[in-house]
Protein backbone atom coordinates (compact mmCIF):
# COMPACT_ATOMS: atom_id res chain seq x y z
CA UNK A 1 0.00 0.00 0.00
CA UNK A 2 1.42 3.42 -1.15
CA UNK A 3 2.14 6.16 1.66
CA UNK A 4 -0.55 9.36 0.94
CA UNK A 5 1.61 11.85 -0.80
CA UNK A 6 3.09 15.11 1.06
CA UNK A 7 1.44 16.76 -2.09
CA UNK A 8 -1.77 15.66 -0.50
CA UNK A 9 -2.67 18.28 2.03
CA UNK A 10 -2.34 20.87 -1.59
CA UNK A 11 -5.80 19.93 -2.25
CA UNK A 12 -7.01 22.09 1.00
CA UNK A 13 -4.81 24.99 0.14
CA UNK A 14 -7.65 27.23 -1.52
CA UNK A 15 -9.74 26.70 1.22
CA UNK A 16 -7.61 27.64 3.61
CA UNK A 17 -6.86 31.20 1.54
CA UNK A 18 -10.41 31.88 1.09
CA UNK A 19 -11.16 31.56 4.87
CA UNK A 20 -7.84 33.59 5.38
CA UNK A 21 -9.39 36.17 2.90
CA UNK A 22 -12.59 36.11 4.82
CA UNK A 23 -10.57 36.60 8.17
CA UNK A 24 -8.87 39.42 6.93
CA UNK A 25 -11.81 41.26 5.72
CA UNK A 26 -13.65 40.77 9.01
CA UNK A 27 -10.54 42.42 10.94
CA UNK A 28 -10.81 44.89 8.71
CA UNK A 29 -14.36 45.91 8.84
CA UNK A 30 -15.78 44.95 11.76
CA UNK A 31 -18.73 46.64 12.32
CA UNK A 32 -18.75 50.02 9.98
CA UNK A 33 -22.33 49.91 9.05
CA UNK A 34 -23.75 49.41 12.85
CA UNK A 35 -21.65 51.51 14.32
CA UNK A 36 -23.55 54.49 12.17
CA UNK A 37 -25.82 56.44 13.71
CA UNK A 38 -30.19 56.32 13.10
CA UNK A 39 -30.88 59.39 11.74
CA UNK A 40 -33.72 60.86 13.83
CA UNK A 41 -35.31 63.47 11.60
CA UNK A 42 -34.36 64.17 8.07
CA UNK A 43 -33.34 68.01 8.51
CA UNK A 44 -31.48 67.88 12.29
CA UNK A 45 -29.75 65.18 13.91
CA UNK A 46 -27.68 67.07 16.92
CA UNK A 47 -26.18 63.99 17.92
CA UNK A 48 -23.59 66.67 20.14
CA UNK A 49 -26.29 69.18 20.99
CA UNK A 50 -24.20 71.70 19.93
CA UNK A 51 -27.19 73.92 18.32
CA UNK A 52 -29.54 76.38 20.61
CA UNK A 53 -32.76 75.94 19.91
CA UNK A 54 -33.62 79.10 18.08
CA UNK A 55 -30.89 78.14 15.35
CA UNK A 56 -32.09 74.23 16.02
CA UNK A 57 -35.83 75.56 14.53
CA UNK A 58 -34.49 78.13 12.02
CA UNK A 59 -32.62 75.97 9.93
CA UNK A 60 -35.43 72.85 10.49
CA UNK A 61 -37.84 75.14 9.03
CA UNK A 62 -35.31 76.62 6.13
CA UNK A 63 -34.15 72.57 5.34
CA UNK A 64 -37.70 71.60 5.00
CA UNK A 65 -38.87 74.83 3.19
CA UNK A 66 -35.99 74.07 0.72
CA UNK A 67 -37.79 70.38 0.71
CA UNK A 68 -40.83 71.49 -0.33
CA UNK A 69 -39.78 73.66 -2.76
CA UNK A 70 -37.41 72.02 -4.75
CA UNK A 71 -37.12 68.43 -3.51
CA UNK A 72 -33.55 68.66 -2.45
CA UNK A 73 -32.96 67.17 0.79
CA UNK A 74 -30.31 68.55 3.21
CA UNK A 75 -29.36 67.66 6.36
CA UNK A 76 -27.34 68.53 9.51
CA UNK A 77 -25.46 66.02 11.51
CA UNK A 78 -22.95 67.00 15.03
CA UNK A 79 -21.12 64.33 16.56
CA UNK A 80 -18.89 64.51 19.27
CA UNK A 81 -16.22 61.74 17.24
CA UNK A 82 -16.09 59.61 14.48
CA UNK A 83 -14.48 56.43 16.68
CA UNK A 84 -17.80 55.39 18.66
CA UNK A 85 -19.57 54.85 15.17
CA UNK A 86 -16.56 52.88 13.48
CA UNK A 87 -14.63 55.75 11.94
CA UNK A 88 -11.75 56.05 14.17
CA UNK A 89 -9.33 53.95 11.61
CA UNK A 90 -11.01 56.13 8.67
CA UNK A 91 -10.89 59.86 7.55
CA UNK A 92 -13.14 62.53 7.76
CA UNK A 93 -14.01 62.36 3.75
CA UNK A 94 -14.56 58.56 4.03
CA UNK A 95 -16.91 58.85 7.27
CA UNK A 96 -19.19 61.52 6.23
CA UNK A 97 -19.20 59.64 2.85
CA UNK A 98 -20.24 56.25 4.19
CA UNK A 99 -22.59 58.54 6.65
CA UNK A 100 -24.55 60.15 3.83
CA UNK A 101 -25.05 56.71 1.78
CA UNK A 102 -26.31 54.69 4.79
CA UNK A 103 -28.73 57.05 5.24
CA UNK A 104 -29.51 57.91 1.70
CA UNK A 105 -29.35 61.59 1.93
CA UNK A 106 -31.11 63.32 -1.30
CA UNK A 107 -33.27 62.11 -4.60
CA UNK A 108 -32.01 58.67 -6.12
CA UNK A 109 -32.08 60.10 -9.14
CA UNK A 110 -30.76 63.34 -9.20
CA UNK A 111 -28.55 62.96 -6.19
CA UNK A 112 -28.80 66.75 -5.22
CA UNK A 113 -28.83 65.87 -1.38
CA UNK A 114 -26.33 67.74 0.98
CA UNK A 115 -24.99 67.19 4.63
CA UNK A 116 -23.43 69.57 6.75
CA UNK A 117 -21.35 67.17 8.85
CA UNK A 118 -19.76 68.61 12.16
CA UNK A 119 -17.58 66.45 14.73
CA UNK A 120 -17.18 68.78 17.87
CA UNK A 121 -14.32 66.37 19.97
CA UNK A 122 -11.97 66.21 16.58
CA UNK A 123 -12.75 69.91 15.49
CA UNK A 124 -13.41 68.63 12.16
CA UNK A 125 -16.37 69.43 9.93
CA UNK A 126 -17.02 68.78 6.14
CA UNK A 127 -19.86 69.67 4.06
CA UNK A 128 -20.49 66.30 1.70
CA UNK A 129 -22.60 66.57 -1.61
CA UNK A 130 -24.65 63.87 -3.48
CA UNK A 131 -23.06 62.75 -6.36
CA UNK A 132 -25.25 64.65 -9.12
CA UNK A 133 -23.47 68.03 -8.13
CA UNK A 134 -20.62 69.62 -10.29
CA UNK A 135 -16.83 70.21 -9.06
CA UNK A 136 -17.88 73.81 -8.98
CA UNK A 137 -20.01 73.37 -5.83
CA UNK A 138 -16.67 71.65 -4.30
CA UNK A 139 -15.20 75.12 -4.52
CA UNK A 140 -18.21 76.94 -2.77
CA UNK A 141 -18.52 74.00 -0.23
CA UNK A 142 -15.03 75.05 0.29
CA UNK A 143 -15.64 78.68 0.42
CA UNK A 144 -18.34 78.60 3.17
CA UNK A 145 -16.29 76.37 5.46
CA UNK A 146 -13.49 78.85 5.06
CA UNK A 147 -15.24 81.84 4.96
CA UNK A 148 -18.28 81.49 7.57
CA UNK A 149 -18.20 78.06 9.71
CA UNK A 150 -14.68 77.51 10.47
CA UNK A 151 -14.08 81.40 12.13
CA UNK A 152 -17.42 81.18 13.56
CA UNK A 153 -15.92 77.48 15.04
CA UNK A 154 -12.51 78.98 16.23
CA UNK A 155 -14.24 82.00 18.50
CA UNK A 156 -16.35 79.36 20.17
CA UNK A 157 -19.50 80.43 18.26
CA UNK A 158 -20.52 76.59 17.33
CA UNK A 159 -24.21 76.78 16.80
CA UNK A 160 -23.81 80.07 14.50
CA UNK A 161 -20.95 78.88 12.46
CA UNK A 162 -23.54 76.17 11.73
CA UNK A 163 -26.87 77.75 11.11
CA UNK A 164 -24.81 80.13 9.17
CA UNK A 165 -23.05 77.51 7.31
CA UNK A 166 -26.11 75.56 6.20
CA UNK A 167 -28.59 79.04 5.42
CA UNK A 168 -25.16 79.58 3.02
CA UNK A 169 -24.96 75.72 1.46
CA UNK A 170 -28.81 76.72 0.31
CA UNK A 171 -28.43 79.89 -0.77
CA UNK A 172 -25.44 79.47 -2.79
CA UNK A 173 -25.26 75.54 -3.25
CA UNK A 174 -28.61 73.67 -3.44
CA UNK A 175 -31.69 76.68 -4.53
CA UNK A 176 -29.40 77.60 -7.95
CA UNK A 177 -28.81 73.82 -8.41
CA UNK A 178 -32.87 73.39 -8.13
CA UNK A 179 -33.06 76.63 -10.51
CA UNK A 180 -30.64 75.30 -13.13
CA UNK A 181 -32.43 72.21 -13.21
CA UNK A 182 -34.58 71.59 -16.51
CA UNK A 183 -38.57 71.38 -15.58
CA UNK A 184 -40.25 69.68 -18.70
CA UNK A 185 -40.19 69.62 -22.03
CA UNK A 186 -41.10 73.07 -24.54
CA UNK A 187 -44.60 72.11 -25.05
CA UNK A 188 -45.05 72.35 -21.36
CA UNK A 189 -43.78 75.82 -20.83
CA UNK A 190 -47.22 77.68 -20.20
CA UNK A 191 -47.30 74.95 -16.81
CA UNK A 192 -43.97 76.27 -16.07
CA UNK A 193 -45.08 79.85 -15.94
CA UNK A 194 -48.58 79.00 -14.03
CA UNK A 195 -47.14 76.68 -11.76
CA UNK A 196 -45.49 78.85 -9.23
CA UNK A 197 -48.95 81.11 -9.11
CA UNK A 198 -50.62 78.00 -8.59
CA UNK A 199 -48.24 76.73 -5.84
CA UNK A 200 -48.49 80.44 -4.37
CA UNK A 201 -52.58 79.98 -4.30
CA UNK A 202 -52.45 76.63 -2.54
CA UNK A 203 -50.59 77.86 0.29
CA UNK A 204 -52.54 80.96 0.92
CA UNK A 205 -55.63 78.42 1.45
CA UNK A 206 -53.79 76.00 3.41
CA UNK A 207 -52.76 79.19 5.60
CA UNK A 208 -55.88 80.43 5.45
CA UNK A 209 -57.38 77.36 6.92
CA UNK A 210 -54.78 76.52 9.42
CA UNK A 211 -55.41 80.59 10.61
CA UNK A 212 -59.07 79.84 11.09
CA UNK A 213 -58.35 76.50 12.90
CA UNK A 214 -55.89 78.66 15.47
CA UNK A 215 -58.03 81.35 15.84
CA UNK A 216 -60.93 78.90 16.38
CA UNK A 217 -58.47 76.89 18.82
CA UNK A 218 -57.33 79.99 20.85
CA UNK A 219 -60.47 80.95 22.76
CA UNK A 220 -60.69 80.19 26.21
CA UNK A 221 -63.13 77.36 27.17
CA UNK A 222 -63.95 78.88 30.42
CA UNK A 223 -65.21 83.17 29.47
CA UNK A 224 -65.04 82.71 25.71
CA UNK A 225 -62.53 85.14 25.47
CA UNK A 226 -59.36 85.07 22.78
CA UNK A 227 -56.01 85.08 23.22
CA UNK A 228 -54.89 81.93 25.14
CA UNK A 229 -51.04 82.37 26.16
CA UNK A 230 -49.36 78.58 25.34
CA UNK A 231 -46.13 77.96 27.53
CA UNK A 232 -44.17 74.36 26.80
CA UNK A 233 -41.43 72.79 29.12
CA UNK A 234 -39.28 69.84 29.57
CA UNK A 235 -41.27 66.93 31.35
CA UNK A 236 -38.42 65.62 33.63
CA UNK A 237 -38.12 61.98 35.12
CA UNK A 238 -36.45 61.73 37.95
CA UNK A 239 -33.51 58.36 38.39
CA UNK A 240 -32.90 56.24 40.47
CA UNK A 241 -28.66 56.73 39.92
CA UNK A 242 -29.88 60.61 39.79
CA UNK A 243 -30.01 63.06 37.07
CA UNK A 244 -32.86 62.45 34.86
CA UNK A 245 -34.74 61.71 32.05
CA UNK A 246 -36.93 63.61 29.46
CA UNK A 247 -39.42 62.07 26.95
CA UNK A 248 -41.82 64.68 26.55
CA UNK A 249 -43.00 68.49 27.48
CA UNK A 250 -46.16 69.77 28.85
CA UNK A 251 -48.03 72.38 26.92
CA UNK A 252 -50.06 74.72 29.24
CA UNK A 253 -52.53 77.28 27.54
CA UNK A 254 -53.95 79.76 29.96
CA UNK A 255 -56.20 83.07 30.10
CA UNK A 256 -55.33 85.86 31.01
CA UNK A 257 -58.58 87.04 31.40
CA UNK A 258 -60.47 84.38 34.02
CA UNK A 259 -57.66 82.69 35.12
CA UNK A 260 -57.55 79.35 33.04
CA UNK A 261 -55.47 77.30 32.86
CA UNK A 262 -54.58 73.32 30.90
CA UNK A 263 -51.83 71.66 31.10
CA UNK A 264 -51.15 68.49 28.62
CA UNK A 265 -47.68 66.00 28.07
CA UNK A 266 -46.99 65.53 24.63
CA UNK A 267 -44.22 63.21 23.52
CA UNK A 268 -40.93 64.44 22.07
CA UNK A 269 -38.83 62.69 18.84
CA UNK A 270 -36.08 61.56 21.31
CA UNK A 271 -35.36 60.08 24.79
CA UNK A 272 -32.85 62.38 26.44
CA UNK A 273 -31.06 61.18 29.83
CA UNK A 274 -29.02 63.42 32.37
CA UNK A 275 -26.64 63.18 34.66
CA UNK A 276 -27.09 65.14 37.77
CA UNK A 277 -25.10 67.89 36.84
CA UNK A 278 -27.72 68.41 34.14
CA UNK A 279 -24.83 67.18 31.26
CA UNK A 280 -26.58 64.66 28.35
CA UNK A 281 -25.50 60.93 28.71
CA UNK A 282 -27.41 59.70 26.12
CA UNK A 283 -29.77 60.24 23.12
CA UNK A 284 -32.17 57.89 21.94
CA UNK A 285 -34.76 58.20 18.63
CA UNK A 286 -38.48 57.39 19.37
CA UNK A 287 -39.07 54.43 17.28
CA UNK A 288 -41.92 55.94 14.73
CA UNK A 289 -42.55 59.17 16.34
CA UNK A 290 -44.15 61.70 14.00
CA UNK A 291 -44.10 65.19 14.90
CA UNK A 292 -46.99 67.57 14.48
CA UNK A 293 -46.64 68.31 11.33
CA UNK A 294 -46.75 64.53 10.06
CA UNK A 295 -43.10 63.77 10.58
CA UNK A 296 -41.32 62.56 7.43
CA UNK A 297 -40.82 58.59 6.01
CA UNK A 298 -37.04 58.91 5.23
CA UNK A 299 -34.66 59.84 2.93
CA UNK A 300 -34.67 59.76 -0.67
CA UNK A 301 -31.73 57.09 -1.39
CA UNK A 302 -29.34 59.29 -2.71
CA UNK A 303 -25.75 58.61 -2.89
CA UNK A 304 -22.25 60.60 -2.66
CA UNK A 305 -18.95 59.85 -4.15
CA UNK A 306 -17.05 61.93 -1.86
CA UNK A 307 -17.46 65.22 -3.01
CA UNK A 308 -17.93 68.23 -0.78
CA UNK A 309 -15.13 70.25 1.08
CA UNK A 310 -13.47 69.38 4.74
CA UNK A 311 -12.36 71.87 7.01
CA UNK A 312 -10.62 71.94 10.35
CA UNK A 313 -10.41 74.31 12.91
Known sequence: ???????APSRFRPLRVL???????????????????????????????????????????ALSALREQTGIEGTVVTLTDRARHGGGTEGLEAFATRLFNHWGVGNATRNDGFMVLVLAGEREARIELGRG??????????????????PAFRDGAMSRGIRD???????????????????????????????PWLFGAAWVAILGGMARQVWRRNRCPQCGRRGLETRT???QTPLPEGGHMV?????????????????????LPQTVWYDPAGAVLRRERRPG??????????????????????GRW
Do not use: K
Not at 1 to 7: G, L
Not at 249 to 267: D, K
Not at 294 to 301: C, T
Open 1 to 7: MRAPSAA
Open 247 to 267: SHETVTRHCPGCGWSETRPRP
Open 233 to 235: APL
Open 165 to 195: GTEAAIALIARPTAAGRPLGSPGNSWLERLF
Open 289 to 310: FRGRSGGSSGFGGGSSRGGGAS
Open 133 to 150: YENDADILAQEILRNTML
Open 19 to 61: LGLFALLWLAFPTHAQNLPDWQQTGINDFAGLLSPEDARALDA
